[in-house]
């Protein structure tokens, strides 16, 4: 099972930092991931966590400004939103995927969601 939270309203050029706890998933074996969704656009990948090496991958939109860490004892993962931007606004998911990838993990049916939670941007 995997649960957000954290989410909410954050001027833009502030900070928010999302958790998601992910009870029952082995950090060792899921690509774990965070993605988000706006309005009438499709989902998109922001930042994941490889279970081949454990380094992070980011989107290009997000490189630079969000951070994504995990706490392996803890089986939570978290994603620190830096210098957001009312783009940002969206709802943010984590997912996890046993041995999956980047590319691949958002159509998966073998990927694992959570609720979603809402982050919106205010100028």
């Known amino acids: 099972q995997l649960e957000e939270s954290g989410g909410g309203l954050v001027q833009a050029g502030g900070s928010l930092r999302l958790s998601c706890t992910a009870s029952e998933f082995n950090f060792n074996k899921y690509m774990m991931a965070w993605f988000r969704q706006a309005p009438g656009k499709e989902r998109e990948f922001l930042a994941g966590r490889s279970w081949r090496d454990g380094f992070p991958v980011y989107a290009d939109s997000v490189k630079g400004r969000f951070t994504i860490t995990t706490d392996n004892a803890e089986y939570t993962m978290y994603l620190q939103m830096n210098n957001m931007k009312p783009e940002d606004t969206a709802v943010y998911y984590c997912?996890?995927?046993?041995?999956?990838?980047?590319?691949?993990?958002?159509?998966?049916?073998?990927?694992?969601w959570g609720q979603g939670t809402q982050v919106t941007v205010s100028t």
């Open positions: 997912a996890a995927a046993l041995y999956g990838d980047a590319q691949t993990m958002r159509n998966s049916r073998n990927t694992s």
